[in-house]
T-cell receptor, first 117, second 112 residues
């Protein structure tokens, strides 16, 4: 399977604990995105990387959230001191950004469902 | 006002019917559009991508974009029970081409 993969698929944690999620994009894709989706809503943009550079962060990404993409390959999203409001599906997507009009399709992974108790 | 409004549904149709899904958007900067299908507890799957006004067809799916009215639609012909899912419309702009803005989704059930 050459699609976007995410690990773990499910995570249950207690409030105050730190959690880390991993995303492996489609291998030739240069952009990697993180979104958050809550029940009954569409995904909301959190942040994105072009190669290894993190170029944009949403105001939804509080100081407790940090994302990395070392060497422009896989990415990690860490949430420190989790709160119950962090419970959501965390989605990773990737794309191959090219010239105007092309490469804007984003391909999503299966998501990591986080439950904070 | 949300940037993207999507008919909330849910929709329930008999097998073989045409499913019609609609979204409106307020930001005239949106220039390309995607439809995703999402099964329960799964990630969104890209169905259609278009950046032109008019119709784009792919198999049983037709995406329709009217930029003058800021209105987009997805039609599913000959619907199957396997089409039962939540459908998400999304929009992006060339100037901020890293971010998609999504509607809340419409849940469709196709009855056998």
């Amino acid at each position: 399977d050459t699609g976007v993969s995410q690990d773990p698929r499910h995570k249950i944690t207690k409030r105050g604990q730190n959690v880390t999620f991993r995303c492996d994009p489609i291998s030739e894709h240069n952009r990697l995105y993180w979104y958050r989706q809550t029940l009954g809503q569409g995904p909301e943009f959190l942040t994105y990387f072009q190669n290894e550079a993190q170029l944009e962060k949403s105001r939804l990404l509080s100081d407790r959230f940090s994302a990395e993409r070392p060497k422009g390959s896989f990415s990690t999203l860490e949430i420190q001191r989790t709160e119950q409001g962090d419970s959501a599906m965390y989605l990773c997507a990737s794309s191959l950004a090219q010239g105007s009009g092309r490469g804007r399709e984003q391909y999503f992974g299966p998501g990591t469902r986080l439950t904070v108790t | 006002q949300k940037e993207v409004e999507q008919d909330p549904g849910p929709l329930s149709v008999p097998e073989g019917a045409i499913v019609s899904l609609n979204c409106t958007y307020s930001n005239s900067a949106f220039q390309y559009f995607m439809w995703y299908r999402q099964y329960s507890r799964k990630g969104p799957e890209l169905l259609m991508y278009t950046y032109s006004s008019g119709n784009k067809e792919d198999g049983r799916f037709t995406a329709q974009v009217d930029k003058s009215s800021k209105y987009i639609s997805l039609f599913i012909r000959d619907s199957q029970p396997s089409d039962s899912a939540t459908y998400l419309c999304s929009q992006g702009s060339w100037s901020n081409d890293y971010k998609l803005s999504f509607g809340a989704g419409t849940t469709v059930t196709v009855r056998a």
